[in-house]
T-cell receptor, first 110, second 121 residues
Framework: GQSLEQPSEVTAVEGAIVQINCTYQ??????LSWYQQHDGGAPTFLSY??LDGLEETGRFSSFLSRSDSYGYLLLQELQMKDSASYFC???????????WGAGTKLIIKP | GAVVSQHPSWVICKSGTSVKIECRSL??????MFWYRQFPKQSLMLMAT?????????EQGVEKDKFLINHASLTLSTLTVTSAHPEDSSFYIC?????????????????FGPGTRLTVL
């Protein structure tokens, strides 16, 4: 079967740095995406890694190691508005179907 | 950027009735649209993949006769929940993959609609 593992909840302080890990076991792999979802809202795209290494987009960075079937999302200079759920998702095939992790709820304290 | 709309944003219906949810790509053509459902505090579950002009591909465990999907044009896909029951109450989200994605977006594989919250009484 397909599975993605990520922590259910992470707590951090405003202004700090937090890393959300994701490990995956899937029959196919085109890339790893990260999405942010606020309560009651739809997912919004954050980043995508198809190759090993670090991708940086402003305060957010994402890392992928295909040999380890592992990736992480790094959020820097945390702001209260970053409180949300973060999902890793594997692109399975050329039809771009996404298999989703269960999500990590990020709680930010002042 | 690419915008996807959903209508209605929320709906309350009686058990046994049917509900249609529309998903539109507003400023791009979408060869593929995906339908998801999400229960509170849970992940998105892919229900079906819809390609324009062809029958939808349903994921295992999703009843195709209950969740009717029509992708009649490159900008519109509809999901009809037939004979809805309280257990069908959920957050339904669509996403669309632009035609010719590689031409202008290497990273955004899918663009999501705002979701439709369905409550069946």
């Amino acid at each position: 079967g397909q599975s993605l593992e990520q922590p259910s909840e992470v707590t951090a302080v405003e202004g700090a740095i937090v890393q959300i890990n994701c490990t995956y076991q899937t029959s196919g792999f085109y890339g790893l995406s990260w999405y942010q979802q606020h309560d009651g809202g739809a997912p919004t795209f954050l980043s995508y890694n198809a190759l090993d290494g670090l991708e940086e987009t402003g305060r957010f960075s994402s890392f992928l190691s295909r040999s380890d079937s592992y990736g992480y999302l790094l959020l820097q200079e945390l702001q209260m508005k970053d409180s949300a759920s973060y999902f890793c998702a594997v692109i399975m095939d050329s039809n771009y179907q996404l298999i989703w992790g269960a999500g990590t709820k990020l709680i930010i304290k002042p | 950027g690419a915008v996807v709309s959903q209508h209605p944003s929320w709906v309350i219906c009686k058990s046994g009735t049917s509900v249609k949810i529309e998903c539109r790509s507003l400023d791009f053509q979408a060869t593929t649209m995906f339908w998801y459902r999400q229960f509170p505090k849970q992940s998105l579950m892919l229900m079906a993949t819809s390609n324009e002009g062809s029958k939808a591909t349903y994921e295992q465990g999703v009843e195709k006769d209950k969740f009717l999907i029509n992708h009649a044009s490159l900008t519109l896909s509809t999901l009809t929940v037939t004979s809805a029951h309280p257990e069908d109450s959920s957050f339904y989200i669509c996403s669309a993959r632009p035609r010719g994605l590689a031409d202008w977006s290497s990273y955004n594989e899918q663009f999501f609609g705002p979701g439709t919250r369905l409550t069946v009484l």
